[in-house]
């Protein structure tokens, strides 16, 4: 997971007001990936925007969610610990939401794009999290099928894996 394996990790904490965004501005046609977990206490937004009401995986106490100007899904699902990949694909008439390889909603619903990224919160100090977010991948387009596969076994690879057991006693 994110926070074990000594696989690097962005830590933030809600209290401290820690948070950091893009000076780039992304616009649809888009792909964003993202391995992140609540690690327990603040449960806001982890993966956001700073310029725009958008929100990938968690917001208010809840996971699988995804809001981009409306909402493409408002799951109930109580939030965890455990780490999550979360994917995005913005053509701009659709959104389509993944956790891992299973597709969550997909709709015409919510289609602002994400502008500015910001990790941990929302609107600069906004719905801040206690979270940690080991990887961010975003694609100036939206992502095929086969890519999207591709892309998320190296995350899963990288991050739930364990590594190889070696036997050197032959």
């Known amino acids: 997971s994110p926070s074990s394996d000594s696989k690097p990790s962005l830590k933030f904490t809600a209290a401290s007001s820690q948070r950091m965004a893009t ?9 964003m990936l993202t391995v992140s977990r609540l690690t327990g206490g603040a449960n806001w937004r982890v993966i956001a925007s700073n310029s725009t009401n958008w929100l990938l995986g968690y917001h208010s106490g809840y996971r ?29 008439t659709l959104t389509s939401f993944y956790e891992g390889t299973t597709l969550l ?16 919160g929302y609107n600069n100090t906004s719905e801040l999290s206690d979270c940690e977010i080991a990887e961010v991948l975003i694609y100036n ?17 990288r991050y739930f894996n364990p590594p190889p057991t070696v036997n050197l006693t032959g």
Request: charged share 15%.
């Open 105 to 120: 909603a997909s709709n015409g619903v919510g289609t602002t794009a994400v502008g500015r990224v910001q990790l941990n």
């Open 141 to 157: 387009r939206v992502l095929t099928g086969p890519e999207l596969a591709v892309i998320n076994d190296y995350l899963v690879n």
């Open 23 to 31: 000076a780039t501005s992304f616009a649809n046609p888009f792909t």
């Open 64 to 92: 699988d969610r995804m809001y981009a100007g409306g909402w493409v899904l408002e799951a109930t699902t109580p939030v965890d610990t455990e780490p999550h990949i979360y994917t995005v694909t913005q053509s701009g």
